[in-house]
């Protein structure tokens, strides 16, 4: 049996959110092949390092490559669109062929099944957070063979929005908080002063970053007796053009202005690995941001949260701002100031159970740590798959 783990991305951000399973078959004594394939430098980098001796031992890693004329392709595209990561599955289909089960944690690898006809493979969606944007929970996640999800609230929408039949999924808990507890966060490099972390997503039309972003820099310029972490969705500022398909949307980032370094109380980080290992959302006293996932690992340990509101959406109900409900929500960076005076206050008096609350709907952990759970999951369907695979054809009467 070969199981493939595919990490086909620009970024690190998916890797710790899957990577921890194989690694979890690995340490059982998974009796398969386990293969971790990566599609660019900065994959395989974060995979050497999370994984260690294992790889190359006991997990075998594959990196996969485009032909010149999709380099090229990539090349003259990759500006505004993925290029890249499209074409990688035509370019590689004699590896996924050569597959009995593949665990990935987006969905343009459908495009092996729906474009590249490759139906006999099996497909597991480990997914990548627990938030609660719609397009976690759209159509595509029922053509996967199997999810993987974190807790009750997912599987729910799952079925209810996506169709995804209740016995394709299984609530494994949240593999990447067992890379946070191995790896150990060290101490603040900051100052003794009150510590934002500002999370702003990359998506146009939900982003608080394109029309109010730098005024909320600018208050935190102002304002010195407080520490400011700029850690965006790290895809924000990866492309010059951002790009949306669940609603159409394009826009760029533009660029950081110069005085936002000068002072000692801003650090801007646009994509370094701390901004996806939980090293901010662990060390920051208070999350500010938008429509980002990360703000569920942030409740890991709950705090003070404002939520800004730059499109004027009306939220209250709608299970896709779920995460509204943890905190203020403010409309402007005018109201940051106030916010911000008030926030501690109100998180005792108010928010704090409702944020443990959404974190249990969120996260189901028992204490077995979460990747092994999945790789049990993902054990039971390879054995499951080979009696399919090898029972003997039904003779004609």
Known sequence: MRIGFLFNHDQIHQVAHSLPIAMALASGGFPGEIIVATTNDRL???????????????????????????????????????????????????FFRSLDMLIVAEKTSLLLKTRYGLDNLFMVHTRHGAGDRAIGFDKASAGFDHVLCSGEKIRRRLIAEAGVEPNAISIVGYPKFDMVRQAGRSQSFFRERPITLYNPHCSPHLSSWYSHGRQVLDHFLRHDEQELIFAPHVMLFERPFIVTIDKLTVNRAGMIDKRYLHGDNIHIDLGSRASTDMSYTLLADLYLGDASSQVYEFLLRPRPCIFLNSHGIDWQGDPNFAHWQAGEVISSPHELGPALDRAKALHESHYRPIQERLFAESFDLDGRPSSERAAAVIAELTDRRAKVVHLPPVRAA
């Open 44 to 94: 395989a980098a974060e995979v050497q390092r999370l994984a260690g001796p294992m790889l190359g031992s006991s997990i075998q890693h594959v990196r996969l490559s485009l032909t010149p004329r999709s380099e090229r392709i990539a090349g003259l595209l990759g500006k505004l669109l993925p290029a890249a990561k499209l074409l990688f599955y035509r370019d590689n289909l004699d």
